[in-house]
């Protein structure tokens, strides 16, 4: 199913435009994020630096989660903050103005990774995303119980807003 969602994301790019508009634009997002044992809310935030690249930021909190053992996970276990680079490269295939794909790293509180999202907007101030993260490389090499919360494959849905 994972392989799945992520070829849809992937190729569902090539469908429409782009809407990044270079430096100073601002998105953000909000979300909802699932992952392996544990769903939850996501929250992103992209600032445009120069033509088709942005700095920005990430922050997720578990809301259902699974126990393991019998324990429930704490707060540190079900937050995740994270530092990101996008390169919006939509305009490189010569995509319409309407959408959005970015590829990019972002290093967290929990591991090294990467994105690829897309979105499209209908109007100039909303439109909806999805996005899927991945680890590189993880801080603890013995992930296994509440460790694994925000260090997986996720996937997130949700509503984009120029700002």
């Known amino acids: 199913m994972k392989k799945i969602v992520f070829i849809l994301t992937f190729f ?4 429409q435009g782009q809407v990044f508009s270079g430096k100073g634009d601002q998105k953000f997002q ?3 994020n699932f992952q392996d ?3 939850g809310i996501i929250g992103t935030y992209d600032h445009g630096l120069g033509k088709n690249f942005s700095i920005g930021g990430v922050a997720c909190y578990l809301l259902g989660v699974e126990e393991v053992l019998g ?7 079900r937050f995740d903050l994270k530092a990101r680079f996008s390169a919006h490269i939509a305009d490189i295939f010569d995509i319409e103005e309407k959408f959005d794909f970015y590829p990019g790293l ?12 897309a979105r499209y907007f209908f109007t100039d101030g909303i439109g909806i995303y ?5 680890p590189i490389a993880q801080y603890d090499t013995d992930v296994v119980g509440f460790e694994n919360y925000n260090n997986q ?3 997130s849905i949700g509503a984009s807003f120029n700002l």
């Open 12 to 15: 569902s790019a090539f469908a």
């Open 30 to 32: 909000i979300g909802a």
């Open 37 to 39: 044992h544990g769903n």
């Open 71 to 77: 324990d429930k996970p704490n707060f540190e276990d």
């Open 106 to 117: 972002d290093i967290g509180l929990k591991n090294f990774g990467a994105h690829l999202g």
């Open 130 to 134: 999805s996005e899927v993260q991945f």
């Open 153 to 155: 494959f996720n996937f």
